[in-house]
Protein backbone atom coordinates (compact mmCIF):
# COMPACT_ATOMS: atom_id res chain seq x y z
CA UNK A 1 0.00 0.00 0.00
CA UNK A 2 3.21 2.51 1.20
CA UNK A 3 4.49 1.46 -2.05
CA UNK A 4 1.47 2.29 -4.39
CA UNK A 5 1.34 5.93 -2.66
CA UNK A 6 5.53 6.41 -3.06
CA UNK A 7 4.71 5.65 -7.16
CA UNK A 8 1.28 7.82 -7.69
CA UNK A 9 3.68 10.88 -5.87
CA UNK A 10 6.00 10.27 -7.98
CA UNK A 11 3.54 10.13 -11.39
CA UNK A 12 2.05 13.21 -10.36
CA UNK A 13 5.19 15.26 -9.24
CA UNK A 14 8.33 13.66 -10.68
CA UNK A 15 11.53 14.70 -8.28
CA UNK A 16 14.29 13.65 -8.69
CA UNK A 17 18.21 14.73 -6.80
CA UNK A 18 20.46 16.23 -9.10
CA UNK A 19 23.66 17.75 -8.81
CA UNK A 20 21.98 20.70 -8.88
CA UNK A 21 19.57 19.69 -6.13
CA UNK A 22 16.18 18.22 -6.70
CA UNK A 23 14.74 17.97 -9.93
CA UNK A 24 10.81 18.54 -9.57
CA UNK A 25 8.69 19.14 -12.90
CA UNK A 26 6.71 22.28 -11.86
CA UNK A 27 9.55 24.05 -9.69
CA UNK A 28 12.96 25.33 -9.80
CA UNK A 29 15.45 26.44 -7.34
CA UNK A 30 17.34 29.61 -6.48
CA UNK A 31 20.34 29.95 -4.26
CA UNK A 32 21.05 33.78 -3.85
CA UNK A 33 24.45 34.72 -2.21
CA UNK A 34 25.18 37.93 -0.94
CA UNK A 35 28.46 38.85 0.17
CA UNK A 36 29.99 42.41 0.59
CA UNK A 37 28.95 44.27 -2.95
CA UNK A 38 28.49 41.18 -4.81
CA UNK A 39 25.52 39.76 -5.34
CA UNK A 40 25.00 36.09 -6.67
CA UNK A 41 22.13 34.48 -8.44
CA UNK A 42 21.84 30.58 -9.55
CA UNK A 43 18.50 29.55 -10.64
CA UNK A 44 17.91 25.53 -11.06
CA UNK A 45 14.72 24.54 -13.03
CA UNK A 46 14.03 21.39 -14.68
CA UNK A 47 13.03 21.92 -18.79
CA UNK A 48 9.85 20.57 -17.54
CA UNK A 49 8.76 24.03 -15.51
CA UNK A 50 10.25 26.15 -18.41
CA UNK A 51 10.03 24.44 -22.26
CA UNK A 52 7.72 21.54 -21.32
CA UNK A 53 10.21 18.99 -22.65
CA UNK A 54 13.52 17.30 -21.20
CA UNK A 55 15.64 16.82 -24.70
CA UNK A 56 17.27 18.37 -26.95
CA UNK A 57 14.62 19.84 -29.29
CA UNK A 58 12.83 17.83 -32.57
CA UNK A 59 11.34 20.44 -34.29
CA UNK A 60 11.30 24.20 -35.14
CA UNK A 61 8.65 25.10 -32.51
CA UNK A 62 10.77 23.34 -29.60
CA UNK A 63 13.86 24.98 -31.06
CA UNK A 64 12.56 28.15 -31.22
CA UNK A 65 10.96 27.77 -27.54
CA UNK A 66 14.15 26.92 -26.45
CA UNK A 67 16.15 30.09 -27.72
CA UNK A 68 13.44 32.01 -26.65
CA UNK A 69 13.66 30.66 -22.84
CA UNK A 70 17.65 30.58 -23.17
CA UNK A 71 17.57 34.15 -24.48
CA UNK A 72 15.07 35.58 -21.64
CA UNK A 73 17.10 33.80 -18.47
CA UNK A 74 20.69 34.60 -19.77
CA UNK A 75 18.83 38.74 -19.76
CA UNK A 76 18.38 38.26 -15.70
CA UNK A 77 16.08 41.65 -15.60
CA UNK A 78 13.53 39.64 -17.29
CA UNK A 79 13.31 37.82 -14.51
CA UNK A 80 14.28 39.43 -11.59
CA UNK A 81 13.78 42.67 -10.08
CA UNK A 82 16.18 44.21 -7.92
CA UNK A 83 15.70 47.66 -5.82
CA UNK A 84 17.17 50.64 -8.17
CA UNK A 85 18.61 52.18 -4.95
CA UNK A 86 21.33 49.00 -4.50
CA UNK A 87 22.98 50.49 -7.61
CA UNK A 88 23.65 46.92 -8.75
CA UNK A 89 25.03 46.55 -11.97
CA UNK A 90 25.27 43.01 -14.18
CA UNK A 91 28.67 41.98 -14.02
CA UNK A 92 28.23 38.36 -16.03
CA UNK A 93 25.14 36.07 -16.56
CA UNK A 94 24.86 32.82 -18.74
CA UNK A 95 22.03 30.36 -19.05
CA UNK A 96 22.43 26.81 -20.26
CA UNK A 97 20.18 23.73 -21.30
CA UNK A 98 21.86 20.43 -20.35
CA UNK A 99 20.23 17.52 -21.99
CA UNK A 100 22.74 15.06 -21.27
CA UNK A 101 20.49 12.90 -18.77
CA UNK A 102 17.26 11.22 -18.53
CA UNK A 103 16.00 14.62 -17.13
CA UNK A 104 16.85 18.10 -18.45
CA UNK A 105 17.39 21.18 -16.44
CA UNK A 106 18.43 24.82 -17.06
CA UNK A 107 21.34 26.26 -15.63
CA UNK A 108 21.46 30.24 -15.04
CA UNK A 109 23.82 31.87 -13.42
CA UNK A 110 24.23 35.71 -13.21
CA UNK A 111 26.21 38.14 -10.37
CA UNK A 112 26.03 41.76 -10.06
CA UNK A 113 28.25 44.67 -8.05
CA UNK A 114 25.65 47.07 -5.72
CA UNK A 115 26.81 50.25 -4.62
CA UNK A 116 24.91 50.00 -2.16
CA UNK A 117 24.38 46.35 -1.03
CA UNK A 118 22.67 47.35 2.22
CA UNK A 119 19.62 48.45 0.06
CA UNK A 120 19.54 45.16 -1.56
CA UNK A 121 16.10 44.84 0.62
CA UNK A 122 13.34 42.93 -2.25
CA UNK A 123 13.96 40.79 -5.08
CA UNK A 124 10.79 40.26 -6.97
CA UNK A 125 10.80 37.52 -9.37
CA UNK A 126 9.05 38.03 -12.49
CA UNK A 127 9.40 34.18 -13.55
CA UNK A 128 6.04 32.87 -13.23
CA UNK A 129 4.62 35.43 -15.89
CA UNK A 130 7.12 34.18 -18.42
CA UNK A 131 6.74 30.85 -17.48
CA UNK A 132 3.10 29.28 -17.03
CA UNK A 133 4.33 25.89 -16.30
CA UNK A 134 6.53 27.18 -13.22
CA UNK A 135 4.19 26.76 -10.20
CA UNK A 136 6.86 27.27 -7.30
CA UNK A 137 10.52 28.61 -6.74
CA UNK A 138 12.17 27.17 -3.56
CA UNK A 139 15.21 30.14 -2.57
CA UNK A 140 18.13 29.49 -0.23
CA UNK A 141 19.41 32.43 0.81
CA UNK A 142 23.17 32.97 1.66
CA UNK A 143 23.38 36.70 3.07
CA UNK A 144 25.96 38.56 5.40
CA UNK A 145 23.82 38.19 8.68
CA UNK A 146 21.63 34.84 8.24
CA UNK A 147 20.68 31.66 5.97
CA UNK A 148 17.05 31.20 5.22
CA UNK A 149 14.98 29.18 2.37
CA UNK A 150 11.79 30.52 1.86
CA UNK A 151 9.07 29.24 -1.03
CA UNK A 152 8.02 31.78 -3.80
CA UNK A 153 5.05 30.91 -6.08
CA UNK A 154 2.99 32.68 -8.36
CA UNK A 155 1.06 36.17 -6.72
CA UNK A 156 3.54 35.64 -4.27
CA UNK A 157 7.38 36.41 -5.76
CA UNK A 158 8.73 38.56 -3.46
CA UNK A 159 11.75 37.64 -1.66
CA UNK A 160 12.48 39.59 1.60
CA UNK A 161 16.05 39.82 2.18
CA UNK A 162 15.88 42.77 5.13
CA UNK A 163 12.84 44.30 6.92
ZN1 LIG B 1 12.44 15.91 -15.41
Do not use: Y
Not at 6 to 31: D, Q
Not at 81 to 108: M, Q, R, Y
Amino acid sequence: MKRVTAILWLTLAPAFATAHGVHEHGAATLAVTLEGDRLELALGAPGASIVGFERAPRDDAERAALARAQALLAAPAQWIALPAAAGCALESSAADFDTAGEHADFDVRAAWRCTAPARLTTLDLTLFERFARLERVTANLVLPDRQDSRTLARGAARLVLAP
